[in-house]
């Protein structure tokens, strides 16, 4: 057999085997007798969102829409890789609630000895993520929130200043980007604003090195990834942020004692002693579980209140009132009293919901109680949020952005978990109310003396980028403000 026969015949060999692999892996809920989504052929289900024809939350509405009632979960594949899409609030409440110890891993990849920084609670799954989030919990403590609430006014008061007197057509996703790092230096990090342009830059640039298929691999793959020393940020940054840590904490360490202004220093004096390290990456989360959905959750806020401006006089009247029973100086108090602001706040989360699933791992095998249906130990899931809060059985016109769905009885007929945009249970956000407190009291500081309008160079209707996993405009939200003249 002369050389180039043998070449052919290995090759014939290798795409064999590649095919059989793939249509065994392809054929996971078939031999397990559970409704699927046909998949195709390399792309499983997900190959429009590959290809950027859609949003990954438009898939999964469609999805949900075709399959909810039929089955309390169906079989879909993310290329390759089997996943169970949950359709039914009552397996959400199991396995975010009450049988959540059988779901306790995301399934994210993370490298602690090759990228410590990625051992932040979003990544860490098993026996470390359980560790550190009992060490890091106490820290969100709302007692602290409540201290370090001067550290937040001060920076939304710098953005109220940014907003300037007059009328001017407003990169409003920029200026929020800009707000929501600063808030981030200042009460994660402890920086000042001095130091501002270099982490600024690090935050918007340590996905750099980041591709679709090269984290799909570390997820599929990830004992591969290991070996081949697979990085999922850009070392540069990765970097920066963990010298900037040791930085702050060692000045930190020389100071006897000091009021509380950032998260280093509840990290640094917890119970069980947190090691730089860890401490590093606890702040890294700021960046990675936090920045984008606060940059989207203010954008869509605003640009659905410069929609409909009767919302947004609403909105400003109770900010009003609120900031002169307060002699002009925001409070913990103050911020309670902000229950229409809030219910905006709610419904911009419903409708243009930041993270648009939620990801568990089974790490036991989960019998579903009435019912002939298992989840493996191992299976992979996915909770499609962004579809709940669309589904119109429970959100009735649920493309209109009202607020009212979010006046307390209301609420009260819903379903128990029809509302999520922070998770829920064990892995649901450990932050969720710094995440309000920082939202409303930017609110406060864009609607106490500033108008939104839509200006010509507005989307409408919203587009979602389809390149992102958290929801995003697919360009930057701009819009007209202008300065109220206090009368
Ligand atoms: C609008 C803002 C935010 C939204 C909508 C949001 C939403 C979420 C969601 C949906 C999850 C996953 C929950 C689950 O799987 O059940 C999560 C987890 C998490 N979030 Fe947030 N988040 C926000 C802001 C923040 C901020 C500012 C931080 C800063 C520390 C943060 C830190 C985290 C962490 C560390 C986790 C992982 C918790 C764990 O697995 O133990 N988030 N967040």
């Not at 559970?34 to 195709?40: A, F, Q, T």
């Not at 979960?73 to 609030?89: A, Q, R, T």
């Not at 960046?287 to 869509?300: E, K, R, T, V």
């Not at 709610?346 to 579903?368: D, G, I, S, V, W």
Request: contains cysteine; positive net charge.
């Amino acid at each position: 057999m002369d050389l180039l026969q043998r070449c052919l015949w290995s090759s014939l060999g290798v795409v064999a085997l590649v095919y059989v692999l793939v249509k065994f892996s392809l054929g996971y809920w078939k031999r397990r007798g559970i409704l699927h989504v046909k998949p195709k052929f390399l792309w499983g289900n997900i190959s429009e969102v590959l290809r950027g024809k859609k949003h990954v939350q438009q898939l999964l509405l469609f999805l949900y829409e075709s399959y909810k009632g039929r089955a309390p979960f169906i079989g879909c594949y993310v290329l390759l890789k089997p996943f169970v899409l949950v359709l039914d609030l009552e397996l959400v409440r199991n396995i975010l609630d009450s049988d959540a110890g059988y779901f306790t891993s995301r399934g994210l990849y993370n490298n602690v000895a090759r990228e410590p920084l990625s051992g932040n609670l979003f990544q860490l799954d098993g026996h470390k993520w359980r560790q550190l989030h009992a060490q890091s919990a106490p820290a969100f403590a709302a007692s602290n929130l409540h201290k370090l609430l001067p550290q937040l006014l001060k920076t939304s008061r710098t953005l109220q200043l940014e907003l300037g007197v007059g009328k001017q057509d407003l990169n409003v996703s920029q200026l929020l980007d800009c707000y929501n790092v600063e808030s981030i230096a200042k009460i994660a990090y402890g920086l000042s604003s001095e130091d501002l342009s270099e982490f600024s830059l690090m935050t918007r640039s340590y996905w750099s090195n980041w591709s679709l298929w090269r984290a799909y691999l570390a997820l599929e793959l990830p004992l591969l990834a290991r070996l081949v020393r697979h990085r999922s940020y850009s070392q540069l940054a990765m970097d920066y942020f963990h010298k900037l840590v040791e930085k702050q904490l060692q000045q930190q360490r020389k100071r006897d004692r000091q009021p509380l202004q950032s998260f280093l220093q509840l990290f640094d004096a917890t119970d069980e002693a947190l090691t730089d390290a860890q401490i590093a990456a606890q702040a890294f989360g700021f960046i990675l579980a936090g920045l984008q959905p606060l940059n989207a959750s203010l954008a869509f806020c605003l640009y659905e209140l410069a929609l409909q401006p009767e919302l947004q006089d609403r909105v400003r009247a109770e900010i009003k009132q609120v900031m002169k029973a307060t002699e002009g100086q925001l409070t913990a108090e103050g911020l309670k009293q902000l229950s229409y602001t809030k219910q905006v706040l709610n419904e911009t989360l419903r409708l243009h919901t930041p993270y648009p699933f939620l990801l568990r791992r089974a790490t036991r095998e989960f019998e579903l109680s009435n019912s002939i249906f298992v989840i493996a130990r191992g299976n992979n899931l996915v909770i499609p949020v962004a579809a709940i809060h669309r589904d119109p059985t429970i959100y009735v016109k649920p493309e209109r952005f009202d607020p009212e769905r979010f006046r307390p009885e209301a609420v009260l007929k819903r379903p128990g978990m029809s509302f999520l945009p922070f998770g829920e249970g064990l892995r649901g956000c450990i932050a969720k109310q710094l995440a309000e407190q920082q939202l409303l009291i930017g609110l406060v500081a864009l609607l106490e003396h500033h108008k939104y309008e839509p200006s010509a160079d507005t989307q409408i209707p919203m587009r979602y980028d389809p390149g992102k996993l958290v929801l995003m405009p697919k360009t930057d939200i701009k819009l007209s403000v202008q300065w109220l003249e206090p009368h």
